[in-house]
């Protein structure tokens, strides 16, 4: 005889995840509001979970030319290349090497990875230079800008925690990891978080076709983690460390309050809306709520047992798989909750998909809230027209991600204001944004000096791609 388990209807469980999950436009205006007080706390340094650091990058002509070398430190590889500014808001990449960490290299002494990344530079950088050549680096973790070439490491995210980092200049670690690696005649002169990348790389685009085009005034990361760069009146490019963004708690669930408690690096209470947002950390919610429903419904069979059980097992990838399932069984899904040991049935796969759209849709109202927030302090009225330049897996990975922001703007600010906040997405800016932000530099110390010097141009003969294996041109 059949044994049958008694299992609850999902309806109930659903409402209560749709009312968890569906902060009311209240409540994110009211987010909006904190995060735009934030800002004006954060650049007076009166207390603010917004770090609001200086970046000293300025925007570009979009004339600027010439051969630049790039180091895009950001996740569990660290990219390193070669970039030729053709002026015209031109750019390509002509060569690229990825150096790969494990996770024990992850906690090594800092100058086993500044070696490592030094030696992936030797490499893209060639033969002998007769001019010096700049290299900019993209460092995409907290750290305190002195100077647009010497920024101070502040605590590491995203798993890194590497021995006799925190404190130092980071710039003088990568030059004195050149020295040691013999490659001479590369300049580290320009680092910067990630988030400036689109801005810079979107205003090189616009105004090296329209020299008086708009440039981006916001720089947005939407990938493994989340942050703002925004150029302010009278405080010229911010890192915003906007993932540090606090006064999300007011929208909080119950399993993201459990998720910040347990996890432990980011620590409790840190990057609590990038916990809430950003690609590291969607697929864990989904996956702590699944199993929640299993152990109140008896649902989903499977999912209260290994492997579904370990933390992160769940890749946020997998809810733009759920999202893309068109199929009349979301056949696709039963099969990616088999991969994990769950046995589900067609009700249960359309939970599964109406949770996914639930916990990645308010990832898109936040974000929409964030930059409510920090335009209201740029134009208080949102009167003028703006540019908001995205990047990230999130961004361009999940479906309809970027009409979600949209839909969140319009129905925080109305219809009329949110059509003159232009999103414009801007793939693969890191490189490409690194060079830019370090072409700049160069032709701004060059002006400083007085010595009508250029910025150093690419060596007559080589020609484009000699080093690298198919190049990346960006439109
Ligand atoms: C870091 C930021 C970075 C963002 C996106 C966050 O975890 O703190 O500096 O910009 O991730 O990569």
Not at 40 to 66: C, I, K, N
Not at 101 to 113: D, G, I, Q, R
Not at 167 to 185: F, K, N, P, T, Y
Request: glycine residues 12%; aromatic residues 6%.
């Amino acid at each position: 005889m059949a044994v049958t388990t008694a299992v609850a209807d999902l309806g109930p469980a659903l409402a209560e995840l749709t009312l968890a999950f569906t902060p009311s436009t209240e409540a994110l205006r009211s987010l909006a509001a904190t995060f735009q007080e934030e800002v004006v706390r954060g650049l007076d340094g009166r207390g603010s979970s917004l770090r609001m650091l200086p970046t000293f990058a300025e925007q570009p002509r979009g004339d600027e030319r010439g051969r630049v070398l790039v180091v895009d430190w950001g996740g569990t590889h660290v990219r390193v290349g070669a970039v030729d500014l053709a002026g015209r808001g031109e750019v390509e990449v002509v060569a690229e090497r990825t150096v790969t960490f494990t996770e024990s290299e992850k906690v090594a002494p800092a100058a086993l990875v500044f070696d490592a990344i030094a030696s992936g530079i030797g490499q893209v950088a060639g033969a002998a230079r007769r001019r010096l050549v700049p290299l900019g680096f993209v460092y995409s973790f907290p750290a305190r800008l002195e100077r647009i070439d010497r920024a101070i490491a502040l605590g590491l995210t995203k798993g890194w925690r590497l021995a006799g980092l925190e404190g130092e200049d980071i710039v003088g670690l990568l030059q004195a990891a050149l020295r040691r690696a013999g490659v001479a005649g590369v300049v580290v002169n320009a680092v910067a978080n990630d988030a400036v990348a689109p801005l810079v790389l979107h205003t090189y685009h616009a105004r090296g076709r329209d020299p008086a085009a708009r440039p981006a005034e916001i720089g947005l990361i939407l990938g493994t983690g989340t942050n703002l760069a925004a150029e302010l009146p009278g405080a010229g490019i911010r890192n915003m460390e906007s993932g540090n963004f606090s006064g999300v708690r007011a929208v909080e669930t119950p399993w993201d309050a459990a998720l910040d408690r347990e996890v432990e690096d980011p620590a409790p209470g840190a990057q609590r809306l990038e916990k809430m947002v950003s690609g590291a950390y969607l697929g864990e919610i989904a996956r702590r709520v699944v199993a929640y429903l299993a152990g109140s419904t008896g649902r989903f069979r499977g999912a209260t047992a290994a492997p579904f059980r370990a933390p992160f097992a769940f890749d946020t990838a997998n809810l733009s798989l759920i999202a893309a399932d068109r199929s009349r069984e979301l056949s696709r899904i039963g099969a990616l909750l088999r991969r994990f040991g769950v046995d589900s049935s067609a009700p249960e796969r359309r939970t599964v998909r109406r949770l996914a759209a639930l916990i990645v849709g308010r990832s898109a109202r936040l974000v929409a809230a964030c930059l409510i927030g920090t335009l209201g302090h740029i134009d208080r009225a949102l009167e003028a027209d703006h540019v908001v330049a995205v990047d990230g897996s999130l961004y361009g990975g999940y479906p309809g991600y970027a009409q979600m922001v949209r839909g969140g703007l319009e129905e925080l600010v109305g219809r009329q204001p949110a059509a003159r906040i232009r999103l414009a997405f801007v793939k693969d800016s890191t490189s490409a944004g690194a060079a830019i932000i370090a072409a700049v530099a160069a032709r701004r110390e060059a002006e400083a000096l007085g010595a009508g010097r250029q910025y150093p141009r690419q060596r007559r003969g080589r020609r484009r791609g000699e080093q690298g294996k198919g190049g990346r041109r960006t439109p």
